[in-house]
């Protein structure tokens, strides 16, 4: 095992025949210095550092990426809007290609733009885990399981108070 790694980039001069087997913290700054690269533009807020353990076996131009993360952010609840502290986590098992861009292109001839580029001899694998810190990224985010969310005819948050709108049995809380 090696020491906390705080970047995701490996070096495949040095590679190891048996694989890597690392921990890993990525800092907030670093989460959003890499989705800057992708472009995003309302990054989420992160209130933790994403903290992770990964075994990385390359197996010819593929890498299987074992391990789990896991990370704090804040949501907003889709019933009453209000902001709150959720986990992202997630357990991985996935193969993934790397190689430079004459060297991972698909049946087409084309970059096989899922691959993982190799620059000068490394590979960083922080967009991999960007990607799936948002394939887990909630559709709907609830603050509590028996949210009340909001009055539909006053917008009064019911968690924290009860209006006196005249609603019709149907959509009264």
């Known amino acids: 095992m090696e020491q906390v790694r705080d970047n995701l980039i490996f070096s495949l001069d040095s590679w190891?025949?048996?694989g890597v087997t690392c921990d890993f913290v990525l800092s907030p700054n670093s989460l959003i210095e890499a989705m800057a690269v992708e472009q995003r533009e309302d990054p989420p807020?992160?209130?933790t550092s994403m903290r992770g353990q990964l075994d990385i076996q390359l197996m010819g131009r593929k890498l299987r990426v074992k391990g789990a993360f896991a990370v704090k952010v804040e949501l907003t609840c889709s019933r009453c809007l209000t902001n709150f502290s959720g986990k992202i986590t997630d357990l991985i098992d996935e193969f993934?290609?790397?190689g430079e861009q004459n060297q991972a292109q698909g049946s087409d001839g084309e970059f096989d733009e899922d691959a993982i580029p190799i620059v000068n001899s490394q590979f960083n694998l922080a967009p991999l885990m960007l990607e799936f810190f948002w394939v887990n990224?909630?559709?709907k985010?609830?603050?509590r399981p028996d949210c009340s969310g909001l009055c539909p005819s006053c917008g009064v948050n019911?968690?924290?108070e009860s209006c006196n709108c005249k609603q019709s049995p149907l959509t009264r809380h």
């Open 16 to 18: 190891p025949e048996a």
């Open 45 to 47: 807020k992160f209130l």
């Open 141 to 143: 985010a609830l603050c």
């Open 137 to 139: 990224w909630p559709t």
């Open 158 to 160: 019911l968690n924290e």
């Open 96 to 98: 993934a290609i790397i």
